[in-house]
């Protein structure tokens, strides 16, 4: 597609339920992104994959969050037993190359919500 | 950790009026972003730059990045309704792989 991708838009879960969500980046970009916002703020950094390099997950708030991504395509961000605060909208973004050298491209996000 | 504060936090301004929004860190980056976001989307780009004092103008957008690549700023002329949404600055550096984003700022302007 000529956009990032990312499924399902909308998603309610109840708490201590997993979700999976999905981003499908522009096809050739080698980087990818997940950031989460919180209703009225900025994007806190979550995961960052680049080529075949090990991912940064410096950002993931806790072992119950989780990413994957094979090779340069589709990504997967996984939330176990979710919480209340998990609640946001989860933007993924996807560059043509590492950051500082070309922009990011969000998708549109996945606004979960946990009752 | 690299920090990006912006301000104002939150701009209502009437139709026609100038305004502008500011991004400011301790860090140097090696370029900058703005971006613009509407409710129920993702950011878009509006602007990179890269070089110290560099100033891009978009039609009515203005942005300027500080000599030291600390800081910029984004001036917008005569503005519009169709102006309204959050404004993101990110910044980006050689070393790291992440943009690390402000908080924003919500303008709103009223017709």
């Known amino acids: 597609g000529a956009g990032v991708s990312q499924s399902p838009s909308n998603k309610v879960t109840e708490k201590g339920k997993d979700v999976e969500l999905r981003c499908d980046p522009i096809s050739g970009h080698t980087a990818l992104y997940w950031y989460r916002q919180r209703l009225g703020q900025g994007l806190e950094f979550l995961i960052y994959f680049q080529g075949n390099s090990a991912p940064d997950k410096s950002g993931l708030p806790s072992d119950r969050f989780s990413a994957e991504r094979t090779g340069e395509s589709v990504s997967t961000l996984t939330i176990q037993r979710t919480q209340q605060e998990d609640s946001a909208v989860y933007l993924c973004?996807?560059?043509?190359?590492?950051?500082?050298?070309?922009?990011?491209?969000f998708g549109n996000g996945t606004r979960l919500t946990v009752t | 950790t690299q920090l990006l504060e912006q301000s104002p936090q939150f701009l209502s301004i009437q139709e026609g009026e100038n305004l502008t929004v500011y991004c400011n860190s301790s860090s140097v980056f090696s370029s900058l972003q703005w971006y613009r976001q509407e409710p129920g989307e993702g950011p878009v780009l509006l602007v990179t730059?890269?070089?110290?004092?560099e100033v891009k103008k978009l039609k009515r957008l203005t942005f300027q990045f500080g000599d030291a690549r600390k800081d910029s700023s984004l001036h917008i002329t005569a503005a519009q309704p169709g102006d309204t949404g959050l404004y993101l600055c990110a910044g980006g550096s050689a070393n790291a792989g992440k943009s690390t984003f402000g908080d924003g700022t919500t303008l709103t302007v009223k017709p």
């Open positions: 973004a996807s560059s043509r190359f590492r950051v500082g050298r070309s922009p990011l491209h």
């Open positions: 730059v890269v070089t110290g004092g």
